[in-house]
Protein backbone atom coordinates (compact mmCIF):
# COMPACT_ATOMS: atom_id res chain seq x y z
CA UNK A 1 0.00 0.00 0.00
CA UNK A 2 0.52 3.58 -0.43
CA UNK A 3 2.82 5.44 2.61
CA UNK A 4 0.12 7.14 4.18
CA UNK A 5 1.41 11.12 3.99
CA UNK A 6 -0.53 14.31 4.49
CA UNK A 7 -0.73 16.21 1.25
CA UNK A 8 1.70 18.48 2.18
CA UNK A 9 4.39 15.68 2.74
CA UNK A 10 3.55 14.67 -0.78
CA UNK A 11 3.60 17.56 -2.68
CA UNK A 12 6.90 18.49 -0.65
CA UNK A 13 8.58 15.00 -2.13
CA UNK A 14 6.87 15.48 -5.14
CA UNK A 15 8.45 18.87 -5.79
CA UNK A 16 11.80 17.64 -4.29
CA UNK A 17 12.18 14.76 -7.07
CA UNK A 18 9.08 14.33 -9.63
CA UNK A 19 9.37 16.20 -12.87
CA UNK A 20 5.93 16.75 -14.06
CA UNK A 21 5.20 16.35 -18.52
CA UNK A 22 4.20 19.17 -20.32
CA UNK A 23 4.66 21.51 -16.94
CA UNK A 24 6.27 24.85 -15.89
CA UNK A 25 7.91 23.01 -12.87
CA UNK A 26 8.79 26.16 -10.33
CA UNK A 27 5.19 27.47 -11.39
CA UNK A 28 3.52 24.21 -10.02
CA UNK A 29 5.97 23.49 -6.86
CA UNK A 30 4.67 26.84 -5.86
CA UNK A 31 1.12 25.93 -5.60
CA UNK A 32 1.67 22.32 -5.29
CA UNK A 33 0.50 19.63 -7.38
CA UNK A 34 -2.98 17.65 -6.38
CA UNK A 35 -2.56 14.73 -5.23
CA UNK A 36 -4.28 12.33 -6.89
CA UNK A 37 -5.25 9.24 -4.20
CA UNK A 38 -8.09 6.66 -5.70
CA UNK A 39 -10.65 6.42 -8.68
CA UNK A 40 -14.03 4.85 -9.03
CA UNK A 41 -16.01 4.76 -12.48
CA UNK A 42 -16.06 8.89 -13.60
CA UNK A 43 -14.94 10.03 -10.57
CA UNK A 44 -11.52 10.76 -9.08
CA UNK A 45 -10.94 11.16 -5.77
CA UNK A 46 -7.60 13.55 -4.28
CA UNK A 47 -5.70 13.94 -0.68
CA UNK A 48 -8.13 16.38 0.69
CA UNK A 49 -11.25 13.96 0.50
CA UNK A 50 -12.44 16.05 -3.11
CA UNK A 51 -14.69 13.95 -5.58
CA UNK A 52 -13.81 15.17 -9.08
CA UNK A 53 -16.03 14.34 -12.19
CA UNK A 54 -13.80 13.43 -14.98
CA UNK A 55 -14.90 14.68 -18.09
CA UNK A 56 -11.32 13.63 -19.93
CA UNK A 57 -11.01 10.09 -18.96
CA UNK A 58 -7.64 10.88 -17.52
CA UNK A 59 -6.15 11.90 -20.56
CA UNK A 60 -9.11 10.51 -23.23
CA UNK A 61 -7.97 7.07 -22.35
CA UNK A 62 -9.62 5.81 -19.69
CA UNK A 63 -12.36 4.43 -21.51
CA UNK A 64 -13.57 1.75 -19.53
CA UNK A 65 -13.78 3.88 -16.75
CA UNK A 66 -11.76 3.61 -13.22
CA UNK A 67 -11.73 1.28 -10.36
CA UNK A 68 -12.71 -1.91 -12.43
CA UNK A 69 -11.79 -5.29 -10.13
CA UNK A 70 -11.22 -7.58 -14.09
CA UNK A 71 -8.50 -5.76 -14.89
CA UNK A 72 -6.23 -6.00 -12.14
CA UNK A 73 -6.60 -9.23 -11.58
CA UNK A 74 -6.05 -10.35 -15.15
CA UNK A 75 -2.31 -8.49 -14.21
CA UNK A 76 -1.96 -10.32 -11.31
CA UNK A 77 -2.51 -13.70 -12.90
CA UNK A 78 -0.58 -12.35 -15.96
CA UNK A 79 2.38 -11.66 -13.66
CA UNK A 80 2.56 -15.00 -11.68
CA UNK A 81 2.22 -16.68 -14.77
CA UNK A 82 4.30 -14.82 -17.24
CA UNK A 83 5.96 -11.20 -16.05
CA UNK A 84 7.53 -10.48 -19.24
CA UNK A 85 8.96 -12.08 -22.07
CA UNK A 86 10.18 -10.57 -24.96
CA UNK A 87 8.83 -11.29 -28.73
CA UNK A 88 12.20 -10.69 -30.61
CA UNK A 89 13.61 -14.39 -31.08
CA UNK A 90 11.13 -16.01 -32.86
CA UNK A 91 9.15 -16.01 -29.36
CA UNK A 92 5.66 -15.51 -28.90
CA UNK A 93 3.96 -15.95 -25.81
CA UNK A 94 -0.15 -16.33 -25.46
CA UNK A 95 -1.44 -13.25 -24.07
CA UNK A 96 0.15 -11.32 -27.22
CA UNK A 97 -1.34 -13.91 -29.13
CA UNK A 98 -5.06 -13.82 -27.80
CA UNK A 99 -4.96 -10.01 -28.06
CA UNK A 100 -3.89 -9.49 -31.77
CA UNK A 101 -6.66 -12.36 -32.26
CA UNK A 102 -9.30 -10.20 -31.05
CA UNK A 103 -7.78 -6.86 -32.33
CA UNK A 104 -8.38 -8.64 -35.70
CA UNK A 105 -11.42 -9.18 -34.89
CA UNK A 106 -12.59 -5.37 -33.70
CA UNK A 107 -10.70 -3.46 -35.94
CA UNK A 108 -12.57 -2.52 -39.32
CA UNK A 109 -12.46 -5.07 -42.65
CA UNK A 110 -9.05 -5.32 -43.56
CA UNK A 111 -7.02 -5.22 -40.94
CA UNK A 112 -5.45 -8.07 -39.28
CA UNK A 113 -1.72 -7.14 -39.33
CA UNK A 114 -0.80 -5.23 -35.17
CA UNK A 115 2.39 -3.80 -34.37
CA UNK A 116 3.02 -3.19 -30.78
CA UNK A 117 4.26 -0.55 -28.57
CA UNK A 118 4.10 1.07 -25.25
CA UNK A 119 2.35 4.63 -26.53
CA UNK A 120 0.95 6.40 -28.72
CA UNK A 121 4.27 8.68 -29.33
CA UNK A 122 6.11 5.06 -29.64
CA UNK A 123 3.12 4.50 -32.42
CA UNK A 124 3.27 7.20 -34.35
CA UNK A 125 7.12 6.79 -34.85
CA UNK A 126 6.57 3.37 -35.50
CA UNK A 127 4.33 4.32 -38.35
CA UNK A 128 6.61 6.83 -40.17
CA UNK A 129 9.68 4.09 -39.94
CA UNK A 130 7.31 1.64 -41.32
CA UNK A 131 5.86 3.95 -43.95
CA UNK A 132 9.46 4.75 -45.07
CA UNK A 133 10.01 0.93 -44.95
CA UNK A 134 7.48 0.55 -47.37
CA UNK A 135 8.34 3.16 -49.90
CA UNK A 136 12.23 1.51 -49.69
CA UNK A 137 10.73 -2.19 -50.52
CA UNK A 138 8.33 -1.05 -53.01
CA UNK A 139 11.68 1.03 -54.49
CA UNK A 140 10.54 4.36 -54.18
CA UNK A 141 13.54 5.25 -51.67
CA UNK A 142 12.50 8.97 -52.79
CA UNK A 143 8.98 8.98 -50.92
CA UNK A 144 10.34 9.45 -47.55
CA UNK A 145 7.85 13.20 -46.94
CA UNK A 146 5.23 12.78 -44.58
CA UNK A 147 2.70 15.74 -44.40
CA UNK A 148 0.72 16.50 -41.22
CA UNK A 149 -1.49 19.39 -40.01
CA UNK A 150 -0.87 22.18 -37.77
CA UNK A 151 -2.41 22.10 -34.68
CA UNK A 152 -2.36 18.27 -34.89
CA UNK A 153 -0.73 15.98 -32.07
CA UNK A 154 0.90 12.68 -32.60
CA UNK A 155 3.12 12.33 -29.41
CA UNK A 156 6.30 13.48 -27.97
CA UNK A 157 8.94 11.44 -28.97
CA UNK A 158 11.13 13.54 -32.07
CA UNK A 159 9.02 11.66 -34.87
CA UNK A 160 5.31 12.48 -33.21
CA UNK A 161 6.34 15.88 -31.85
CA UNK A 162 7.81 16.84 -35.59
CA UNK A 163 4.46 15.21 -37.39
CA UNK A 164 2.43 17.03 -34.83
CA UNK A 165 2.05 20.97 -35.71
CA UNK A 166 2.50 22.37 -32.17
CA UNK A 167 4.85 25.26 -33.01
CA UNK A 168 5.59 25.23 -29.07
CA UNK A 169 6.49 22.21 -29.35
CA UNK A 170 8.99 22.28 -32.45
CA UNK A 171 10.91 25.30 -30.80
CA UNK A 172 12.09 23.11 -28.15
CA UNK A 173 14.92 20.71 -30.07
CA UNK A 174 14.84 22.08 -33.16
CA UNK A 175 11.71 20.61 -34.75
CA UNK A 176 10.41 19.00 -36.96
CA UNK A 177 13.21 16.62 -38.73
CA UNK A 178 13.67 17.04 -42.02
CA UNK A 179 10.80 14.85 -44.21
CA UNK A 180 7.96 16.47 -42.12
CA UNK A 181 5.76 18.75 -43.46
CA UNK A 182 2.67 20.56 -42.78
CA UNK A 183 -1.10 21.90 -44.01
CA UNK A 184 -3.55 24.20 -42.59
CA UNK A 185 -6.08 22.27 -40.30
CA UNK A 186 -9.88 21.72 -41.85
CA UNK A 187 -11.12 24.07 -38.78
CA UNK A 188 -14.14 26.05 -40.47
CA UNK A 189 -15.06 28.03 -37.91
CA UNK A 190 -11.33 29.46 -38.38
CA UNK A 191 -10.59 29.15 -42.19
CA UNK A 192 -14.24 28.76 -43.42
CA UNK A 193 -15.33 32.33 -44.62
CA UNK A 194 -18.14 32.45 -46.25
CA UNK A 195 -18.08 28.85 -47.10
CA UNK A 196 -20.55 26.12 -46.32
CA UNK A 197 -18.71 23.35 -44.28
CA UNK A 198 -19.03 21.23 -46.88
CA UNK A 199 -17.56 23.42 -49.34
CA UNK A 200 -14.92 23.67 -47.24
CA UNK A 201 -13.86 20.58 -46.04
CA UNK A 202 -13.27 20.22 -50.05
CA UNK A 203 -10.99 23.19 -49.33
CA UNK A 204 -8.93 21.81 -46.74
CA UNK A 205 -8.07 19.08 -48.58
CA UNK A 206 -7.18 20.97 -51.36
CA UNK A 207 -4.19 22.36 -49.41
CA UNK A 208 -3.35 18.31 -48.96
CA UNK A 209 -3.27 17.90 -52.72
CA UNK A 210 -1.36 21.76 -53.01
CA UNK A 211 1.44 20.35 -50.65
CA UNK A 212 2.03 16.82 -52.23
CA UNK A 213 2.84 19.01 -55.67
CA UNK A 214 4.83 21.55 -53.93
CA UNK A 215 6.99 18.78 -52.57
CA UNK A 216 6.74 16.82 -55.30
CA UNK A 217 4.28 13.25 -54.97
CA UNK A 218 7.51 10.86 -56.05
CA UNK A 219 8.47 12.46 -52.70
CA UNK A 220 5.62 11.99 -50.67
CA UNK A 221 5.24 8.75 -48.72
CA UNK A 222 1.89 9.44 -46.64
CA UNK A 223 -0.41 11.72 -45.17
CA UNK A 224 -1.17 11.43 -41.57
CA UNK A 225 -4.13 12.81 -39.17
CA UNK A 226 -6.55 12.73 -36.57
CA UNK A 227 -9.83 11.97 -37.47
CA UNK A 228 -10.92 14.20 -35.23
CA UNK A 229 -8.10 16.35 -33.82
CA UNK A 230 -7.78 15.73 -29.91
CA UNK A 231 -5.39 17.67 -28.10
CA UNK A 232 -5.58 20.47 -31.06
CA UNK A 233 -9.25 21.12 -29.81
CA UNK A 234 -11.57 18.77 -31.04
CA UNK A 235 -11.44 19.98 -34.25
CA UNK A 236 -14.69 18.20 -36.24
CA UNK A 237 -14.00 17.78 -40.24
CA UNK A 238 -16.46 19.04 -42.55
CA UNK A 239 -17.83 15.55 -43.97
CA UNK A 240 -16.70 16.40 -47.17
CA UNK A 241 -13.22 15.97 -45.83
CA UNK A 242 -11.79 12.71 -45.41
CA UNK A 243 -13.22 11.14 -48.40
CA UNK A 244 -11.74 13.67 -50.61
CA UNK A 245 -8.51 13.26 -48.17
CA UNK A 246 -8.98 9.63 -49.83
CA UNK A 247 -9.02 10.59 -53.11
CA UNK A 248 -6.29 12.63 -53.24
CA UNK A 249 -4.41 10.17 -51.59
CA UNK A 250 -5.01 7.31 -54.38
CA UNK A 251 -4.58 9.65 -56.85
CA UNK A 252 -1.03 10.39 -55.89
CA UNK A 253 -0.28 7.03 -54.58
CA UNK A 254 0.36 8.48 -51.26
CA UNK A 255 -0.35 6.01 -47.98
CA UNK A 256 -2.98 7.34 -45.59
CA UNK A 257 -2.77 7.08 -41.72
CA UNK A 258 -5.46 7.93 -39.24
CA UNK A 259 -3.63 8.59 -35.86
CA UNK A 260 -6.71 6.66 -33.63
CA UNK A 261 -4.72 7.39 -30.25
CA UNK A 262 -7.82 9.22 -29.63
CA UNK A 263 -10.67 8.43 -31.95
CA UNK A 264 -10.10 4.96 -31.05
CA UNK A 265 -11.82 1.85 -29.21
CA UNK A 266 -15.45 3.54 -28.90
CA UNK A 267 -14.78 6.83 -28.32
CA UNK A 268 -16.59 8.49 -31.13
CA UNK A 269 -19.46 5.90 -31.42
CA UNK A 270 -17.63 3.61 -33.73
CA UNK A 271 -14.66 1.63 -32.86
CA UNK A 272 -12.47 3.36 -34.96
CA UNK A 273 -12.83 7.30 -35.91
CA UNK A 274 -12.10 6.38 -39.51
CA UNK A 275 -15.85 4.63 -39.72
CA UNK A 276 -17.60 7.86 -38.56
CA UNK A 277 -16.11 9.61 -41.46
CA UNK A 278 -16.16 6.76 -44.24
CA UNK A 279 -12.77 5.87 -45.10
CA UNK A 280 -10.27 3.27 -44.91
CA UNK A 281 -6.66 4.92 -44.03
CA UNK A 282 -3.36 1.87 -45.18
CA UNK A 283 -2.11 2.39 -41.31
CA UNK A 284 -3.50 3.44 -38.09
CA UNK A 285 -2.19 4.01 -34.73
CA UNK A 286 -3.72 3.55 -31.47
CA UNK A 287 -3.13 3.65 -27.47
CA UNK A 288 -5.22 5.20 -24.63
CA UNK A 289 -8.35 3.20 -25.01
CA UNK A 290 -6.55 0.26 -25.77
CA UNK A 291 -6.23 -0.45 -22.38
CA UNK A 292 -8.00 2.12 -20.88
CA UNK A 293 -4.87 3.59 -19.17
CA UNK A 294 -4.67 0.31 -17.07
CA UNK A 295 -0.94 -0.34 -18.70
CA UNK A 296 1.04 1.29 -21.32
CA UNK A 297 0.75 -0.36 -24.62
CA UNK A 298 0.08 1.00 -27.91
CA UNK A 299 -0.77 -0.94 -31.41
CA UNK A 300 -0.20 0.05 -34.88
CA UNK A 301 -2.89 -1.62 -37.18
CA UNK A 302 -1.37 -1.93 -41.43
CA UNK A 303 -3.83 -3.27 -44.30
CA UNK A 304 -2.44 -6.54 -46.16
CA UNK A 305 -0.88 -4.22 -48.62
CA UNK A 306 1.32 -2.71 -46.41
CA UNK A 307 1.86 -5.77 -44.06
CA UNK A 308 2.39 -8.08 -47.01
CA UNK A 309 5.20 -5.05 -48.51
CA UNK A 310 7.14 -5.16 -44.76
CA UNK A 311 7.14 -8.69 -45.01
CA UNK A 312 8.51 -9.17 -48.83
CA UNK A 313 11.22 -6.40 -47.12
CA UNK A 314 12.65 -9.49 -44.88
CA UNK A 315 13.28 -7.97 -41.30
CA UNK A 316 11.97 -5.06 -40.35
CA UNK A 317 14.72 -3.69 -37.95
CA UNK A 318 12.45 -2.14 -35.06
CA UNK A 319 10.97 -3.13 -31.58
CA UNK A 320 11.26 -2.03 -28.32
CA UNK A 321 11.91 -4.42 -25.20
CA UNK A 322 8.23 -4.04 -24.57
CA UNK A 323 6.77 -4.59 -27.72
CA UNK A 324 3.64 -6.91 -26.75
CA UNK A 325 4.47 -7.28 -23.01
CA UNK A 326 2.48 -10.12 -21.43
CA UNK A 327 0.71 -7.73 -19.07
CA UNK A 328 -0.39 -5.17 -20.66
CA UNK A 329 -1.29 -7.47 -23.39
CA UNK A 330 -3.16 -9.22 -21.15
CA UNK A 331 -5.03 -6.51 -19.74
CA UNK A 332 -5.50 -4.93 -22.88
CA UNK A 333 -7.12 -8.03 -24.29
CA UNK A 334 -9.61 -7.63 -21.43
CA UNK A 335 -10.29 -4.54 -21.58
CA UNK A 336 -11.22 -4.49 -25.34
CA UNK A 337 -13.23 -7.54 -24.54
CA UNK A 338 -15.58 -5.65 -22.22
CA UNK A 339 -15.56 -2.80 -24.11
CA UNK A 340 -17.28 -5.30 -26.65
CA UNK A 341 -18.96 -7.42 -24.69
CA UNK A 342 -20.44 -5.28 -21.92
CA UNK A 343 -21.87 -3.39 -25.11
CA UNK A 344 -20.00 0.22 -24.12
CA UNK A 345 -19.43 0.76 -27.24
CA UNK A 346 -22.61 0.17 -28.77
CA UNK A 347 -23.84 1.89 -25.92
CA UNK A 348 -21.57 5.12 -26.79
CA UNK A 349 -23.12 4.79 -30.09
CA UNK A 350 -26.79 3.94 -29.73
CA UNK A 351 -27.85 5.86 -26.21
CA UNK A 352 -25.29 8.04 -24.59
CA UNK A 353 -23.03 9.28 -27.01
CA UNK A 354 -26.31 10.60 -28.99
CA UNK A 355 -27.77 11.72 -25.39
CA UNK A 356 -24.48 13.52 -24.78
CA UNK A 357 -24.59 15.20 -27.86
CA UNK A 358 -28.13 16.51 -27.72
CA UNK A 359 -27.54 17.76 -23.81
CA UNK A 360 -24.11 19.26 -25.00
CA UNK A 361 -25.64 21.54 -27.53
CA UNK A 362 -28.68 22.60 -25.35
CA UNK A 363 -26.70 23.44 -22.86
CA UNK A 364 -23.64 25.61 -24.13
CA UNK A 365 -25.58 26.70 -27.10
CA UNK A 366 -27.15 29.14 -24.64
CA UNK A 367 -24.24 31.01 -23.89
CA UNK A 368 -23.19 34.70 -25.68
CA UNK A 369 -19.92 33.87 -25.95
CA UNK A 370 -19.38 30.11 -27.04
CA UNK A 371 -19.70 29.15 -30.57
CA UNK A 372 -19.23 25.88 -32.08
CA UNK A 373 -20.68 23.81 -30.06
CA UNK A 374 -19.63 20.50 -31.76
CA UNK A 375 -18.60 16.73 -30.77
CA UNK A 376 -19.38 13.30 -31.79
CA UNK A 377 -20.07 9.41 -29.45
CA UNK A 378 -18.76 11.13 -26.20
CA UNK A 379 -15.50 13.68 -27.31
CA UNK A 380 -17.51 16.83 -27.55
CA UNK A 381 -16.00 20.68 -27.40
CA UNK A 382 -17.43 24.59 -27.88
CA UNK A 383 -14.94 27.59 -28.58
CA UNK A 384 -14.96 30.32 -26.73
CA UNK A 385 -15.65 33.47 -28.87
CA UNK A 386 -16.00 36.81 -28.93
CA UNK A 387 -18.45 37.68 -30.82
CA UNK A 388 -20.24 34.66 -32.32
CA UNK A 389 -21.89 37.35 -35.16
CA UNK A 390 -19.02 37.84 -36.75
CA UNK A 391 -17.06 34.86 -35.42
CA UNK A 392 -14.57 36.67 -34.22
CA UNK A 393 -12.02 35.01 -31.31
CA UNK A 394 -10.51 36.10 -28.31
CA UNK A 395 -7.03 38.00 -29.01
CA UNK A 396 -4.18 35.90 -27.40
CA UNK A 397 -5.60 32.51 -27.89
CA UNK A 398 -5.68 30.51 -24.53
CA UNK A 399 -5.62 32.79 -22.29
CA UNK A 400 -9.71 32.88 -21.60
CA UNK A 401 -9.77 28.63 -22.48
CA UNK A 402 -7.47 29.10 -19.02
CA UNK A 403 -9.67 31.35 -17.27
CA UNK A 404 -12.79 28.82 -18.26
CA UNK A 405 -10.69 25.76 -17.13
CA UNK A 406 -9.88 26.95 -13.67
CA UNK A 407 -13.30 27.87 -13.11
CA UNK A 408 -14.48 24.33 -13.75
CA UNK A 409 -11.50 22.88 -11.87
CA UNK A 410 -12.69 24.86 -8.45
CA UNK A 411 -15.85 23.01 -9.05
CA UNK A 412 -14.47 19.52 -8.91
CA UNK A 413 -14.83 19.23 -13.13
CA UNK A 414 -12.44 18.00 -14.68
CA UNK A 415 -12.37 19.69 -18.59
CA UNK A 416 -9.55 20.78 -21.02
CA UNK A 417 -9.03 24.01 -22.66
CA UNK A 418 -7.33 23.32 -25.68
CA UNK A 419 -6.97 27.15 -26.41
CA UNK A 420 -9.97 29.29 -26.14
CA UNK A 421 -11.60 25.38 -26.96
CA UNK A 422 -13.30 23.48 -24.14
CA UNK A 423 -13.05 20.14 -24.98
CA UNK A 424 -14.90 17.03 -22.78
CA UNK A 425 -13.98 13.23 -23.29
CA UNK A 426 -15.36 11.50 -20.24
CA UNK A 427 -15.16 7.73 -19.64
CA UNK A 428 -17.15 5.55 -21.83
CA UNK A 429 -19.39 4.11 -19.23
CA UNK A 430 -21.04 7.19 -18.43
CA UNK A 431 -24.56 7.36 -17.83
CA UNK A 432 -27.20 9.52 -18.83
CA UNK A 433 -27.98 10.28 -14.98
CA UNK A 434 -23.90 11.00 -14.67
CA UNK A 435 -24.29 13.09 -18.08
CA UNK A 436 -26.71 15.72 -16.50
CA UNK A 437 -25.11 15.82 -13.52
CA UNK A 438 -21.90 16.84 -15.27
CA UNK A 439 -23.72 19.55 -17.60
CA UNK A 440 -25.39 21.06 -14.50
CA UNK A 441 -22.26 21.73 -12.60
CA UNK A 442 -20.46 23.03 -16.44
CA UNK A 443 -23.27 25.44 -16.54
CA UNK A 444 -23.11 26.85 -13.74
CA UNK A 445 -19.35 27.40 -14.19
CA UNK A 446 -20.58 28.47 -17.55
CA UNK A 447 -22.56 31.53 -15.63
CA UNK A 448 -19.80 32.09 -13.48
CA UNK A 449 -17.42 32.42 -16.38
CA UNK A 450 -19.75 34.99 -18.39
CA UNK A 451 -20.00 37.50 -14.72
CA UNK A 452 -16.01 36.90 -15.00
CA UNK A 453 -15.65 37.95 -18.29
CA UNK A 454 -17.80 41.46 -17.88
CA UNK A 455 -15.95 42.02 -14.57
CA UNK A 456 -12.76 41.73 -16.02
CA UNK A 457 -13.40 44.30 -19.04
CA UNK A 458 -13.21 41.11 -21.67
CA UNK A 459 -16.64 41.70 -23.09
C1 LIG B 1 -3.67 11.64 -31.59
C2 LIG B 1 -2.53 11.32 -30.66
N1 LIG B 1 -1.45 10.66 -31.14
C3 LIG B 1 -0.41 10.36 -30.33
C4 LIG B 1 -0.42 10.71 -29.00
C5 LIG B 1 0.75 10.35 -28.10
O1 LIG B 1 0.39 9.36 -27.20
P1 LIG B 1 1.29 9.16 -25.87
O2 LIG B 1 1.06 10.38 -24.98
O3 LIG B 1 0.74 7.89 -25.27
O4 LIG B 1 2.71 9.04 -26.31
C6 LIG B 1 -1.54 11.37 -28.46
C7 LIG B 1 -1.56 11.71 -26.98
N2 LIG B 1 -2.46 12.72 -26.60
C8 LIG B 1 -2.25 13.45 -25.48
C9 LIG B 1 -1.25 13.11 -24.58
C10 LIG B 1 -1.07 13.92 -23.45
C11 LIG B 1 -1.85 15.04 -23.22
C12 LIG B 1 -2.86 15.36 -24.14
C13 LIG B 1 -3.71 16.58 -23.90
O5 LIG B 1 -4.75 16.74 -24.57
O6 LIG B 1 -3.31 17.38 -23.03
C14 LIG B 1 -3.07 14.57 -25.24
C15 LIG B 1 -2.61 11.70 -29.30
O7 LIG B 1 -3.69 12.38 -28.84
Redesign the pocket.
Known amino acids: MQNQRTTTEWRELDAAHHLHPFTDTNSLNEQGARVITKADGIYLYDSEGNKILDGMAG??CVNIGYGRKDLPEVAKRQMEQLAYYNTFFKTTHPAVVELSHLLAEVAPQGFKHVFYTN???ES?DTMIRMVRRYWDVKGKKDKKTLIGRWNG????TIG?ASLGGMTYMHEQGDLPIPGIVHVEQPWWYKHGKDMTPEEFGLAAAKWVEDKILEVGADKVAAFVG?PIQ??GGVIVPPSTYWPEIQRICQKYDILLVA?E??CGFGRTGEWFGQQVFGFTPDIF?T??GLSSGYQPI?AVFLNDKVATTLAEGGDFNHGFTYSGHPVAAAVAHANVKALRDEGIVDRVKNDTGPYMQKRWREVFGQFEHVDDVRGVGLIQAFTLVKNKATRELFPNFGEIGTLCRDIFFKNNLIM?A?GDHIVSAPPLVISKEEIDQMLETAAKCMVEFEKQLKERGLV
Open positions: LWSGSVYHGSGEGADVITAKGRC
